[in-house]
């Protein structure tokens, strides 16, 4: 599981970063958001877009190819992530339901496997189509990443464990 968001978090951050994730339905509405205008979304973007480029040293080029070669998943990365984010909400309201039946929460808790497994299935195929576009030592990098996220999520669970155990 810890593997499976590992791998979530990478490919979106790939995806975001590098400015090729799909715009939400929701863009009327964000843009009418006085606490997130447009002018500040674009600027953090550019912000994660030029740290990311840095850290992994990516060139225009490099950007560029990215880019075409995730723009046919676009929509339905941002669809799926959307979607499992629902199922994921969905499955915490009904299990903090008071009258929520066993049935009813493993019902919510196959919906969201469901929607994580359609998720992970075109991440996968995305990351195989990102994955030469970038040279070895890039790719070093992103393992280096995953690792110390690895390593901090083990240490939240651990955490989490003992403090359940006391």
């Known amino acids: 599981m810890r593997k499976s968001l590992v791998l ?7 995806a975001a970063f590098i400015g090729s994730a799909a715009k ?18 674009k600027h953090l973007r550019e912000f994660h877009k030029d740290a990311f480029k840095k850290g992994l040293g990516l060139t ?7 880019k075409e070669a995730i723009r046919p998943d676009r929509e ?3 669809s799926l992530a959307q ?14 339901r008071d009258d929520a039946s066993e049935a009813d ?31 070895q030592e890039q790719l070093d990098k992103i393992a280096a990443h995953r690792k110390q996220v690895d390593k901090r999520a083990e240490m939240v669970f651990n955490r989490a464990v003992e403090r359940l155990m006391e």
């Open 24 to 41: 939400s339905q929701n863009d009327k509405q964000r843009n009418d958001d006085p606490q997130n205008p447009p002018a500040a979304r």
């Open 8 to 14: 979530s978090l990478s490919v979106l951050f790939v």
């Open 76 to 78: 339905a990365l941002a």
């Open 105 to 135: 929460i493993r019902s919510a808790a196959t919906a969201a496997g469901s929607a994580a497994a359609d998720f992970a299935v075109l991440r996968a195929k995305v990351r195989a189509k990102v994955r030469p576009l970038l040279t």
């Open 83 to 96: 979607k499992q984010r629902d199922a994921r909400q969905a499955l915490r309201a009904v299990a903090l």
């Open 60 to 66: 225009d080029d490099q950007i560029a190819k990215i």
